[in-house]
């Protein structure tokens, strides 16, 4: 007596395991609504964003709704008083004493979640009916797998079936335009007009229910949106492209729900959006719920949430674009502000890569993308300040020279996109080059794919207009390369350079001295070069051409001269790097040669000429001077004659081209090297 006792305790123990695995409630209850950040959060949204989108979720457990299932058992064999088997949801029983039959049923498997639909807080047998017999008990069931184990309390004969009837758990949705109760609706400023859409079920029995919305600028629509970038399929195996909207018709039919042409699972999940809401940049959207109450009316239940579509600003860029420096793990620091949404903190980035081949051509060789910790910003108004240290990307290279160019990457709480832009205008033209924010993000910004490496980011196309911040790490001492006699800087020229370097206009008391880096100004002194033959009186570097130093000399060098020019005291470049000797053991000479040239003949007076000048006029020859203030070789002395005179008639004069080629005549000179001398025949009528 007392065994048995106890081996009812331990089965009871057993039984209790089981029906204590997986309550299902059905209770009735208040439905609420949200906007949750992700499908599995706790926290809410607040903004969002034109273009973006958002989770509609309603909780309402009278929502849940259950299927009533009815199992045919068949016995294979007889069951002797005691024996147990199992029926499970693969369609089986745990051992050929029993099966599932379809005779007369659709159903050959247990469904789960199995529902408890007495409620009386487990499943037990109260939730199962059983017909045939009063041989067969439920013993234990596992509502959530479905595994239902029976029991024969007598023998139950070969051949005997016994219907099984339960309830269990269905994945359902909210309820489609025009009905009562339980419908989901969502407006904007924009599109005042309701927009019906259709929320799933999370899991069967959740009673929490989720779609996503696509926010946009043109349209709204009710219909399921493939928003899946690889493309749908729909329960008729339509096929739809990222972005498009379930159609009505399949074949020759007609579907008023198109939310029950998409696949179980899909709505929930976002692979297809809810549907689209039209939005202006700045709007308000307002979610409606209409909660059933006890009556069967509707209590709407509303929720809203502000679109804001400015994405933050940048500002304070440090080092700044185009910086020279000897450091090559230079702190960087930027600021990030939104007065709207504010600065989503956790998705605060910099991108810096490195171009580290020996002649820089723009194109990135490595690179890392730092999400900013916490202790490397600091709270301002509106927003926060980075300080970001230089990351190691290659310890080698990067004691190199080297350049770095680098971006901040960041969205506010509304989700717009930020990167920042060293130059938004084409540099000289001033020409607009806006940022595509967003492409660059995808693009660029993602540390798995390491997009940018290989990429040449001084052409604008490839960073979609975010220009990076260039940092050219120099560690190299500034080298003379040349030495100019002539060159000056000219500041009636509107050019960002304003050097004058054509021949016939330079000065023998300038000189231009090209280095091959930017030089720091503040470092270039008159007394840092001496020039051979001249006294140096002025050394000057113009922000437009920052690679030369313009020299000025107290008198004029000799027309020919090419004099040594050397440096002898400290200059630095700007980077940092110091040189004080260099030389260039003759300099280039660009000034043109002062040339006097005289024609002397037996010449009278011209009386029909203007003013009644003099000038040469002769029928027969002309001596020609030429003298020059340098010397000079391979001249040649030409005479040209325009027009002509047949006694009657003047040819009109015409200037020389290549066309009367057969006019100029070369004639013979004598002397040289700085004084020539000619004879020239001007016999017949022309100029």
């Known amino acids: 007596m007392k065994s048995k006792q106890r081996l009812a305790i331990l089965f009871g123990a057993v039984v209790a395991l089981l029906t204590l695995l997986y309550v299902v409630p059905m209770f009735g209850a208040t439905g609420t609504i949200r906007f949750p950040t992700t499908a599995t959060s706790t926290t809410d949204l607040s903004w969002v964003r034109q273009d973006g989108s958002l989770i509609l979720e309603v909780s309402d457990s009278d929502l849940n709704t259950s299927v009533s299932n009815r199992l045919r058992v ?23 004493m029993a099966a599932i039959t379809t005779t007369g049923h659709t159903n050959t498997v247990t469904l789960a979640p199995i529902i408890d639909s007495d409620g009386n807080g487990v499943i037990d047998s109260t939730d199962f009916g059983l017909t045939s017999t009063d041989a067969l008990k439920i013993v234990g069931a596992d509502a959530g797998t479905g595994f239902i184990t029976m029991q024969c ?11 099984l009837n339960y309830s269990s758990g269905d994945t359902d949705k909210t309820a489609a335009d025009g009905s009562v109760t339980g419908d989901v609706y969502v407006t904007s400023d924009a599109e005042t007009v309701a927009t019906t859409v259709i929320l799933e079920e999370t899991t069967k029995v959740s009673g929490k229910f989720q779609g996503t919305l696509l ?17 749908c399929t729909s329960n008729m195996s339509t096929t739809y492209e990222m972005g498009q909207s379930v159609t009505s018709t399949f074949g020759s039919v007609t579907y008023t729900t198109l939310a029950y042409m998409v696949p179980e699972g899909q709505i929930e999940s976002g692979a297809f959006a809810a549907g689209s809401l039209k939005v202006n940049t700045a709007d308000t959207v307002v979610f409606k719920f209409d909660d059933a109450t006890a009556t069967g009316t509707a209590s709407p239940v509303s929720k809203s949430i502000t679109v804001e579509t400015t994405a933050p600003s940048f500002s304070n860029p440090a080092p700044a674009h185009n910086t020279n420096t000897r450091d090559n793990m230079p702190g960087l620091t930027i600021s990030l502000t939104d007065s709207q949404s504010l600065v989503k903190k956790t998705a605060m980035k910099i991108l810096i890569g490195i171009d580290t081949t020996n002649t820089p051509d723009g194109a990135i060789d490595d690179s890392v993308l730092v999400t900013v910790a916490t202790a490397d910003y600091a709270a301002i108004t509106d927003g926060y300040t980075l300080n970001q240290n230089m990351s190691t990307i290659d310890g080698a290279e990067q004691n190199e020279d080297h350049i770095i160019y680098w971006w901040v990457v960041s969205e506010d709480n509304a989700g717009n996109i930020v990167v920042s832009d060293a130059e938004p205008t084409v ?58 006699v002539g060159p000056w800087w000219d500041t009636t020229k509107t050019t960002t350079d304003k050097t004058e370097s054509t021949v016939t206009k330079t000065k023998s008391t300038s000189l231009k ?12 002194d008159a007394t840092d070069f001496t ?19 313009f020299l000025t000399l107290e008198t004029a060098l000799e027309p020919d001269a090419k004099p040594k020019v050397s440096l002898v005291g400290e200059v630095k470049d700007s980077a940092g790097n110091s040189a004080s000797a260099d030389s260039i053991t003759a300099a280039t000479d660009s000034v043109a040669p002062a040339l006097t040239l005289s024609v002397s003949t037996t010449a009278t007076p011209d009386s029909t000429s203007t003013g009644g000048a003099t000038r040469p006029v002769t029928n027969d020859k002309a001596t020609v001077a030429l003298n020059s203030n340098e010397k000079g070789t391979d001249i040649t002395i030409s005479v040209v004659r325009f027009g002509s005179w047949d006694g009657t008639t003047a040819t009109k004069p015409t200037i020389y081209s290549v066309n009367n080629a057969s006019t100029e005549t070369s004639v013979a000179y004598t002397g040289g090297p700085t004084v020539w001398s000619a004879t020239a025949d001007m016999t017949g009528d022309g100029l």
């Open 215 to 231: 926010l946009t600028s043109t349209s709204s629509t009710s219909s399921p949106i493939c928003n899946t970038s690889g493309g």
């Open 427 to 484: 540099p000289v033209t001033g020409t607009a080059d806006a940022c595509t924010a967003k492409t660059f993000n995808t693009e660029h910004a993602d540390a798995a794919a390491d997009s940018i490496n290989s990429i040449t980011v001084t052409t604008s196309a490839n960073v979609y207009g975010c220009q990076g911040y260039k940092i050219t790490v120099d560690r190299t001492i500034p080298n003379l390369t040349a030495a100019v």
């Open 513 to 524: 001295l090209q280095f091959d880096g930017a030089l720091d100004t503040t470092t270039v």
């Open 153 to 163: 309390s007598s023998q139950i004969a070969v051949a005997h079936l016994v219907d």
């Open 74 to 96: 068949t016995f294979n064999q007889s069951c002797p008083a005691g024996t147990q088997f199992n029926l499970s949801t693969s369609g089986r029983s745990s051992s050929t």
């Open 531 to 549: 020039v051979a033959g001249g006294t140096v009186t002025a050394a000057e570097v113009f922000s437009g051409d920052s690679d030369a130093v």
